[in-house]
């Protein structure tokens, strides 16, 4: 299993900015993709996810109608549509995947992700 992540860069606020997380080893019909993010001095915190295994996707209240996430089957690629950045929006991105299902409701839970890419650096700055 494989995932890299990219499409970060430097952005102002109210800005849009999509990052891309190319996978494989998987299928998103038996597996889920998240995204995370950690910001400096803080713990890592689940952004969103998707799967076909969990219906709608998942939200973080904190992007919950700023954010999107989708996929393309054809490309094994998730993407991660951000929309009205903030300050409070820096941080590494980084995105996981989990074979199966997750073990706890908890679907944003970094634990319950067994493979993770390399970050990509947003930073939100006037």
């Known amino acids: 299993v494989q995932l890299q992540a990219s499409g970060g860069g430097v952005v102002q606020p109210g800005d849009s900015l999509r990052l891309s997380c190319a996978f494989s080893g998987f299928t998103l019909d038996d597996a889920i993709v998240g995204w995370f993010r950690q910001a400096p001095g803080k713990e890592r915190e689940g952004v969103s996810m998707?799967?076909?295994?969990?219906?709608?996707?998942r939200y973080a209240n904190s992007v919950k109608g700023r954010f999107t996430i989708s996929r393309d089957r054809s490309k094994n690629t998730v993407y991660l549509q951000m929309n009205d950045l903030t300050a409070e929006d820096t941080a590494v991105y980084y995105c996981?995947?989990?074979?199966?299902?997750?073990?706890?409701?908890?679907?944003?839970?970094?634990?319950?992700?067994?493979?993770w890419g390399q970050g990509t650096l947003v930073t939100v700055s006037s």
């Open positions: 996981a995947a989990r074979k199966g299902r997750l073990v706890w409701s908890a679907t944003l839970l970094a634990a319950q992700y067994d493979y």
């Open positions: 998707i799967s076909k295994l969990y219906g709608n996707p």
